[in-house]
């Protein structure tokens, strides 16, 4: 993919982020398509003098005008309605992990293998070393493996929080008093970044993601030491 046509995100990380990247491609290209045509026709319009002063209607036309605008949104409503289907859609999920927010921190359970509790806070711009990012990087990451289907449940213990990792093509709402369920399948090894997305008070800049992937066979070992 060139890089002007990706260049408002990160390197997609899982099957889900590719799909919505190449959802974004689909409906930028129609939109281009309709605003050459509405520019083409003002130009011809404007600069055309053979203009027909006594047409007063044309079924034709309105015809074409109603019917065009309608298979273009259907060429677009489609492909998100599956985009949306799979983002829901969770199929014999390997693992669970359950996500708290709060202010201003995560919190992370793992309790399929064995019962893991940690705190999830931002690094200060005081503590980083070398070739940390300031804002994103926390004192303890999310570890998860790659090639396998998770399942994520969220929530929060005070206020609206929004757990947000583009790379991953995830973002999911962690509302008080209330569970929500997204699924994670990342497809590469690496460090991913994110910040909560719902402006949650004073300190919501200060509310990072760091998650880290890593596979099986480290992350069983990982297990195994908590």
Request: net charge neutral.
């Amino acid at each position: 993919m060139s890089t002007w046509l990706n260049i408002n995100f990160q390197n997609s990380a899982s099957p889900l982020m590719e799909q919505l990247i190449t959802f974004n491609d689909h409906a930028m290209m129609i939109i281009m398509m309709i605003m050459m045509i509405v520019s083409y026709m003002m130009t011809t319009l404007l600069t055309n003098k053979m203009i027909n002063r006594n047409l007063l209607e044309s079924q034709k036309i309105e015809l074409m005008w109603t019917i065009m605008p309608a298979l273009m949104l259907i060429f677009i409503a489609m492909p998100s309605l599956r985009i949306l289907y799979m983002i829901e859609e969770t199929n014999n999920p390997l693992m669970t992990v359950k996500t708290m927010g709060h202010q201003w921190y995560w919190s992370y359970e793992y309790s399929d293998m064995k019962k893991i509790e940690f705190e999830s806070y931002m690094k200060p711009s005081n503590m980083l070393n070398k070739k940390e990012f300031r804002i994103l990087e926390t004192d303890n990451h999310i570890i998860l493996p790659y090639n396998t289907q998770i399942r994520m449940l969220m929530s929060s213990t005070d206020v609206i929080h929004s757990w947000t990792i583009q790379a991953i093509g995830v973002k999911m709402d962690a509302s008080p008093g209330r569970i929500n369920q997204s699924n994670l399948m990342i497809n590469r090894s690496g460090m991913f970044f994110g910040q909560c997305s719902e402006i949650c008070g004073s300190n919501h800049t200060f509310m990072p993601i760091s998650l880290e992937s890593i596979n099986m066979k480290l992350f069983l070992k990982w297990i195994n030491k908590n």
